[in-house]
């Protein structure tokens, strides 16, 4: 009866915090990239408990399509990251958003529309910084001295 209780009380202050709020505010494909920033971030932490409560479809594995990699932003600046369609395909670099300024509005009305205190909204973009891990338009050799050097590599 105690362990009830007290599973009860864990699933009600989880379904209280901004991750949990935010994935059930949205739908479709938005869905599906909050659960890999949450997956990203939370990994080491066993996210297999919060998916469970954040994905009504989860029973032992995400529902597909999905999500396979955190993003990147390749050469033009897009938001791209590996996707998992329904017959277990996986796509390299779809894009996700055009650009930062599409992801950054998505994000950013997200949390307006759930209406995070100041907090939460800290860490939930902290959360979706922390998911883009890698930046290919930037030349790791480049060096603003050398009139013949480019930004971009191609």
Do not use: C
């Not at 939460?120 to 480049?142: G, S």
């Amino acid at each position: 009866m105690l362990a009830t209780e007290l599973e009860k009380k864990l699933a009600f202050d989880l379904r209280a915090s901004w991750q949990v709020r935010v994935v059930e505010a949205t739908n479709g494909p938005m869905r599906k990239v909050l659960l890999s920033v949450i997956a990203h971030t939370y990994e080491a932490a066993g996210v297999d408990a919060i998916l469970t409560l954040l994905d009504p479809s989860f029973d032992g594995r995400l529902s597909l399509p999905g999500l396979s990699t955190a993003a990147k932003i390749n050469k033009t600046g897009a938001i791209v990251a590996d996707v998992i369609d329904r017959s277990g395909l996986i796509h390299k670099d779809e894009v996700i958003f055009i650009n930062e300024t599409q992801m950054r509005d998505a994000f950013r009305g997200l949390a307006d529309r759930v209406k995070l205190n100041d907090a939460d909204r800290t860490e939930f973009f902290k959360v979706v910084q922390r998911w883009v891990v890698a930046d290919r338009r930037l030349d790791p050799n480049f060096d603003p001295r050398d009139p013949d050097a480019k930004r971009l590599v191609h």
